[in-house]
């Protein structure tokens, strides 16, 4: 940068020593009609020039009301505590003009959702432009160039047109960068991050964070990332704090809080969370019962209620913030040594070489619900007797029963052949012409065994959850074949479809959306059963039944969805979907809305069912440790079409395609040293539309081998000849022209 | 509120014990008489039906002129509301035309309300070309004025008379508002989760439009329901002035008003008694629409007072 900024940046070393952002002991309390709301409780840290801290924690831990009470940006009734120095200034209690001259200039801050961040009747260059003149007194021209060196910085492609645009004309991705753009205007000297990348896709998460790691650099701005994705905080940061119920219980350098955590719910959001470096045969471990309420929080250490560990000491006595020794000693944290590794459990010394699943048991129970060991033991002696209830009903059915035990090769239920799906676009007018079509899906074949977990991977518009709801007939096929148990599906009517629906059943995404909140629990769950002409009593009977077997309280069917959390809910639309004794799950997403600790537990649940009630699962997912986590086979799509198929082993030991590379290699590993040492393969741009899909390869606009390996011949290929998904051996096939296996777990 | 939002679901579980043991009919009881407002009112109309219908049984002049009547009698005595200069017993106009207003307000009420909600609900479910279809012939209904709509069939059929074909003409008329709501509210509702969770399962059509759609469209329809009483009075008093209602020496509280229109100040007692009875029907419809659209609503925690 310019000489000018290196100056400022040796001034302020030599006064500051360094710190440019000292929070101590900040505390924020909202009123509410029910008292008090102590939504943060005592923050405090330290930020040196340069250094990137992560602040993890769950949904409602406070993580981001620290950062906007920093920024000043809470609203007036909060009440604020304690202080935060931005170079040695006192920023709390600022009058709002002074604190604009800090904001954007000194602390500058990126949120989650590019889609309301940026003004939609401006253009992008005046956008950056307005944060530059905000500050600085040149001209227009002036800003406008600075504004173009931005865009160049964070890397979005041809940037002197991107200067004129509007932000509705660019993607999710590329909107993202534009907000670092304008983060970064003024070289801040701190950058807050609240949940960057959180709406993003993987491989635009990966460019996003590589951004932000060039805006730092540039800057040399210090990085305060916030977000509840371990993975992310693994590969960005070199300290992190983890928050609960409003305090900072654990912070330390990164290594050493992924390595050795010190408080037992550090460890135990380390063990509920899938790995993609982790085994299959590793069961997650969720942490029992639901973060306090802020209003009514326990005496003592809150996180005692839910902690396997707790003691009486824990429920009387809140524990300090404390340096943790060597040797298992505790020590008060000096003021020089801020650094160190902290925690706050009176028992943290008890933690060296304690793994999670040491600690918390790997259940399937309703974590949310329970509160003690022993009422998990209860519950889980529930789940056991409605397993076997429901396996007698499920035999009681003949057309159901499982014949096929003596066989050695599964038999396929589902079979897919060239499912094809095209959405016309309509024109406007009152004649609605077809001016074009979305090719969602375009050719998918798939096979679905007994008793095996297929998933269906693949980012946002791929066309994966349009595929899972053409495997239900729930939308008309364009063309192609689809059959349950070698009986073709497609152009079955709906009356001929129903007694077919009772094998076929589907889990939903978002637990708000699915579940009618005008009927009760019960009636929502017997509601398949009585479609299906069962009596009111008998379905009532078998309600509760299903609650058990998801692992929710039966005496809960009267009360309504609203009632219950993210999880319960999941919970519920899994006993819906389990009351017609299905045979194939259809899962769209099942745990992507979920809590890492809650998510770990319907993860159990789902795994748990499938080996007793023998069900066969198509797991649509985004999130590809999940799907390593869960599934026997993988199908990777991209842009309606399947990419690569192979066993999960396979797939993530040796994937073949570039795509496949790319989209592993993007998912952040929760592991320090893994996650900065890996190889990565990095797509540049973002999914084309389906309406206008690439002729040839789908993939070659974003391909790295296509930019970078190919010769001219090679490519003209890609670009001509659509790539067939070609078996090369043990039934690990790929589309792609030059495939080539890659190791990079 | 933002704390909800703010830090997630840890609803408190154990106060709810209460409203588990509970039917959903005692729940949506329970609910509807915690709301002040609405029981107020909802004791008012009954008080109003009961003048309205019985009212006449224990009153000893009935609406028709009497010659033992003298005219422009001021309130008192005998009459306690007064007389007209005709020679009727304001009283007992009253109770007939409450009776005459109910009956159309309420026909038109419920028939638009059902008519419309099913023809929306089917319309929003369908959509595409079923959709256009059927929101084309909407659209027909709703630019045609109903007054002229109504002077023409009137006219032609003299059905002027009676108040069961005056509120069949205002029903033909004022469905497709609310055809429209519903349809509105389902085109949004169908594509959520929760319905395609019910096609899943193999419900039909009617199954999914019953039990799915209608209920979670109740709070719009309610509102729209009791607003039509309002529309529906109004549209009656329009037609009696303009000689299509319900007709001498038969009286409704539209009647009443209109002819009292020149005698607001010189003979108030004309005027007064059948527009404060009006204004009371139309006011307690709406507290009671707004009482039933919460106690329907299981989300609605807060409970008014």
Redesign the interface.
Same mark, same amino acid.
């Given at each position: 940068m310019t000489t000018e900024y290196m100056n400022e940046e040796h001034a302020a070393a030599a006064t500051d020593d360094d710190v440019v952002l000292e929070v101590t002991d900040l505390s924020v309390t909202f009123p509410s009609d029910d008292g008090p709301l102590p939504a943060v409780r005592e923050v405090s840290y330290r930020l040196r020039r340069g250094e990137a801290l992560g602040i993890v924690g769950e949904s409602g831990s406070g993580k981001s009301v620290t950062s906007m009470a920093i920024m000043g940006l809470l609203p007036r009734n909060a009440r604020v505590e304690g202080s935060a120095k931005v170079l040695g200034q006192e920023i709390l209690g600022l009058s709002d003009k002074e604190i604009s001259k800090v904001r954007g200039q000194k602390i500058a801050m990126i949120f989650q959702d590019p889609l309301t961040s940026l003004n939609p009747v401006y253009t992008i260059g005046y956008q950056i432009a307005e944060a530059v003149l905000a500050h600085k007194k040149v001209s227009k021209q002036v800003a406008m160039a600075r504004a173009l060196e931005l865009l160049e910085i964070v890397g979005i492609p041809s940037p002197d047109q991107r200067l004129k645009q509007y932000p509705h004309e660019l993607s999710g991705g590329m909107r993202q960068r534009v907000v670092i753009a304008i983060a970064m205007a003024n070289d801040p000297d701190v950058i807050i991050a609240d949940e960057p990348t959180t709406a993003l896709d993987v491989t635009v998460q990966a460019q996003v964070l590589d951004a932000l790691q060039r805006a730092r650099r540039e800057t040399g701005a210090a990085l305060v990332l916030i977000t509840h994705d371990l993975g992310v905080v693994a590969g960005q940061v070199d300290r992190v704090g983890v928050m609960y119920a409003g305090r900072i219980v654990e912070s330390g350098p990164v290594e050493e809080v992924f390595y050795r955590p010190r408080m037992p719910y550090a460890l135990g959001l380390l063990g509920s969370l899938p790995r993609l470096d982790g085994d299959r045969s590793d069961r997650l471990t969720p942490i029992l019962g639901t973060p306090p309420s802020l209003r009514d929080l326990p005496e003592g250490c809150g996180f005692a209620p839910r902690c396997p560990m707790a003691r009486d000491l824990c429920h009387q006595e809140e524990p300090q913030l404390l340096l943790t020794l060597e040797g298992g000693d505790r020590g008060p944290a000096e003021a020089g040594d801020a650094d160190g590794h902290t925690a706050a459990c009176h028992f943290s010394g008890e933690l060296t070489g304690v793994e999670a699943s040491d600690l918390f048991q790997a259940t399937s129970v309703d974590t949310e619900g329970v509160g003690s060991v022993a009422e998990v033991e209860a519950a889980e002696s529930l789940i056991a007797e409605a397993r076997e209830e429901y396996l007698e009903e499920a035999r009681a059915e003949p057309e159901t029963a499982p014949e096929t035990a003596g066989s050695t090769e599964p038999e396929v239920l589902l079979s897919a052949t060239d499912l094809v799906k095209h959405f016309p676009i309509r024109s406007q007018g009152l004649l609605r012409r077809k001016v074009g079509e979305v090719q969602a899906v375009s050719g998918v074949s798939l096979d679905l065994r007994e008793r095996e977990t297929l998933a269906l991977v693949g980012e946002s518009g791929c066309g994966k959850s349009t595929t899972a709801r053409l495997l239900l007939n729930l939308i008309r096929l364009t063309s192609g074949e689809l059959t349950y148990m070698g009986r073709p599906l497609h152009g079955l009517s709906d009356r001929r479809m129903r007694p077919l629906r009772k094998d076929l059943q589907l889990v939903f995404q978002d637990p708000f959306a699915s579940l009618d909140p005008r009927m009760a629990v019960a009636d929502i769950i017997g509601e398949p059963m009585r479609i299906h002409g069962s009596g009111h009593r008998d379905a009532r009977k078998r309600v509760k039944e299903l609650l058990e077997l998801v692992g929710l309280n039966p005496e809960h069917g009267s009360r309504y969805p609203h009632e219950f959390s993210g999880g319960q809910r999941q919970r519920i639309g899994v006993a819906r979907a389990l009351s017609l004794n299905p045979r194939v799950l259809v899962l769209d997403e099942p745990v992507s809305a979920l809590d890492v600790s809650i998510q770990a537990g319907v993860i159990n649940l789902l795994e748990d069912l499938q080996d007793e009630l023998g069900l066969s699962y198509l797991f649509v997912s985004h999130d590809l440790s999940v799907v390593k986590h869960i599934a026997d086979r993988v199908s990777v799509m991209y842009l309606g079409k399947i990419v690569e198929t192979a066993t999960t082993e396979q797939l993530f030991r040796a994937p073949a395609h570039p795509y496949t590379q790319a989209l592993i290699s993007a998912i952040p590993l929760p592991d320090p040293i893994k996650e900065r040492t890996r190889e990565r393969i990095i797509v540049t741009g973002d999914i084309p539309s389906p309406a206008n899909p690439p002729s040839g390869c789908r993939f070659r606009t974003r391909c790295p081998k296509f930019a970078g390996e190919l010769s001219e011949a090679e490519r003209t290929k890609c670009v001509e000849e659509p790539p067939e998904l070609l078996d090369r051996g043990a039934g690990h096939r790929d589309a792609c022209h030059y495939s080539q296996v890659v190791e990079l777990i | 509120m933002? /704390?909800n939002g703010?830090?997630?679901? !840890?609803? &408190?579980?154990k106060a709810?014990k209460d !409203?588990?043991?509970?039917t *959903?009919l005692q729940t949506i009881v329970l609910r509807f008489s915690r709301h002040r407002p609405a029981m107020i009112s909802l004791v008012l109309l009954v008080l109003i039906v009961l003048f309205a219908f019985v009212g006449p049984l224990f009153w000893i002049w009935d609406h028709t002129v009497y010659k033992e009547i003298p005219s422009n009698l001021p309130p008192g005595g005998d009459h306690p509301l007064g007389t007209s200069a005709a020679g009727n017993d304001v009283l007992g106009q009253l109770m007939r035309g409450a009776q005459q207003t109910l009956k159309v307000a309420f026909s038109v009420s419920l028939l638009s309300t059902f008519v419309g909600s099913l023809w929306g609900a089917t319309a929003g479910y369908y959509g595409g070309r079923v959709d256009a279809l059927m929101m084309r012939v909407v659209d027909i209904f709703l630019i045609v004025p109903l007054l002229v709509a109504a002077a023409a069939i009137a006219g032609n059929t003299g059905a002027g008379a009676s108040w069961s074909a005056i509120a069949l003409i205002i029903a033909i008329f004022s469905w497709a508002t609310i055809a429209r709501v519903v349809r509105g509210v389902v085109l949004s509702l169908r594509e *959520? /989760?929760?319905v /395609?969770?019910?096609?899943?399962?193999?419900?039909?059509a009617p199954?999914i439009i019953f039990?799915?759609l209608l &209920?979670?469209a109740?709070g719009p329809i309610i509102v729209a329901a009791t607003l039509l009483v309002a529309v529906a009075i109004l549209a009656e008093a329009g037609m009696s002035f303009l000689g299509l209602g319900i007709q001498l020496p038969d009286i409704s509280l539209g009647q009443m008003i209109g002819s009292a229109r020149t005698a607001v100040s010189t003979r108030p007692w004309l005027f007064y008694p059948p527009g404060v009875l009006l204004v009371l029907i139309c006011l307690t419809i709406n507290f009671i629409g707004d009482g039933l659209r919460d106690a329907?609503? &299981?989300?609605q925690t807060r409970v008014r007072r």
């Open positions: - | 933002s /704390e703010m830090f997630g679901s !840890t609803r &408190p579980k709810r !409203t588990a043991d509970r *959903q *959520q /989760e929760f /395609e969770a019910a096609r899943a399962s193999g419900a039909s199954w039990r799915h &209920p979670n109740a329907l609503d &299981p989300r």
